[in-house]
């Protein structure tokens, strides 16, 4: 690895905001990338490469810039990324007055230089990730280029998998990260990928003897975490434990159970959809227009629709509604009676509830 002239000229315009005197930096060849003094740039510079090759600091003295070529006054540094010279820092003057800025600011630029390397590295291995997943959910049969990935990343393609879908949102990096770190604490086998702006996608790879009631317990604790780092409520849907070669269904199932988490504000396992799982597969077509046609100028009154609502939410009891709204219960009589007007339905007819139910679920889920 060596260090980029890209990446050198942005060291010396910090170095020029906090320090006066001359400062180069060099390649391993002896040729100056990046200076304060724009006019050296370009130049050879035999101090540096005698640095490069020999791997130790070298002070450059007076008698110096007549045998050596393209040198000044002062020290060289040897810049280092695992054991090896990657640059060489030029700075002129007194060695005793400038070595110990010299100094660091070269543990400076290696410590920056090894943060850059791990970022580069974790930015590719979550690219290859979301290839890889991408080319998992849409071949129809595994490719030798996937089988080969699936080895690279120390993917069991034997095992069964569990799709997982999180929704939030403003998650950063850092928040990513430590998510997948608590995740893979109790899981080291699963994939953890941020799939898109506000999801992250968890394919787990599910143990001979799975504990349900643990996966929920680690799916509510990351979700409490992201809950803390975004400014919205963050929904969990997993979809069921197939064949490696099945995955796709589970992913469309985390995706219908990731909806109705969405609605009811708790992480939900496809397997437990009942009614949902077939409210889910009626057309967006029909989902728009049924409220609508079913709650028709009811929809124009809020505060008949929120009693309406929260009816529903109580399980059609007069009492409790009435206490959570702090209203009369004749008041919620009349509001009551005001509905089945506007809406030509009745609270006493089954058809009619179930009816009306179902365009408030529409309503909901698609003004999210």
């Known amino acids: 690895m060596f260090l980029q002239p890209l990446l050198a000229k942005k060291i010396i315009a910090e170095v ?17 990338m990046a200076g304060t003094n724009d006019e050296r740039v370009g130049q050879f510079h035999e101090g540096a490469l005698i640095c490069a090759k020999e791997r130790r600091s070298v002070i450059i003295t007076k008698e110096d810039e007549t045998r050596l070529k393209g040198v000044k006054a002062g020290i060289n540094l040897p810049v280092f990324f695992d054991h090896d010279v ?87 990096r850092l928040d990513i990260e430590q998510m997948a770190r608590s995740w893979k604490s109790s899981y080291p086998a699963d994939l953890f990928i941020r799939w898109g702006n506000e999801r992250i996608l ?21 979700c409490s975490f992201a809950n803390t780092a975004s400014s919205q409520y963050t929904a969990a ?54 409220p609508q046609r079913v709650l028709g100028e009811a929809l124009e009154h809020q505060e008949l629709m929120n009693t309406i609502r929260t009816f529903f939410h109580h399980d059609l009891s007069l009492k409790q509604t009435a206490e959570d709204m702090h209203i009369h219960i004749n008041t919620l009589r009349y509001r009551l009676a005001k509905a089945e007007q506007l809406t030509g339905l009745r609270f006493d007819r089954t058809e009619d509830i179930v009816t009306m139910y179902v365009a408030l679920y529409f309503l909901d889920q698609d003004t999210k």
Not at 202 to 222: A, F, G, M, S, T
Not at 261 to 290: A, H, Q, V, W, Y
Request: with cysteine; glycine share 6%; net charge negative.
């Open 202 to 222: 968890i394919n787990h790879e599910v143990p001979q003897h799975e504990q349900r009631d643990r996966l929920l317990r680690k799916i509510l604790h990351i």
């Open 237 to 290: 849907g997993a979809g069921r434990a197939v064949a490696s070669s099945s995955l796709t269904d589970s992913y469309e199932q985390a995706e219908k159970a990731l909806a109705v988490s969405l609605k009811r504000k708790t992480p939900i396992f496809e397997e437990d959809l009942k009614l949902d799982m077939c409210l889910t597969e009626i057309s967006p077509g029909t989902r728009n227009e049924f």
């Open 16 to 32: 020029k905001k906090m320090y006066e005197r001359e400062v180069i930096i060099v390649n391993t060849d002896g040729l100056i």
């Open 86 to 172: 990657i640059a060489v820092f030029g700075l002129t003057g007194e060695p005793a007055e400038i070595q110990p800025f010299g100094e660091l600011l070269r543990k400076m630029t290696e410590l920056f230089i090894k943060e850059s390397r791990h970022l580069e590295q974790s930015q590719w291995r979550e690219r290859m990730l979301e290839s890889f997943m991408i080319d998992w959910l849409q071949l129809k049969e595994w490719s030798p280029s996937f089988l080969e990935k699936a080895q690279l990343l120390g993917v069991d393609l034997s095992s069964r998998r569990q799709m997982i879908l999180i929704q939030g949102y403003e998650w950063s």
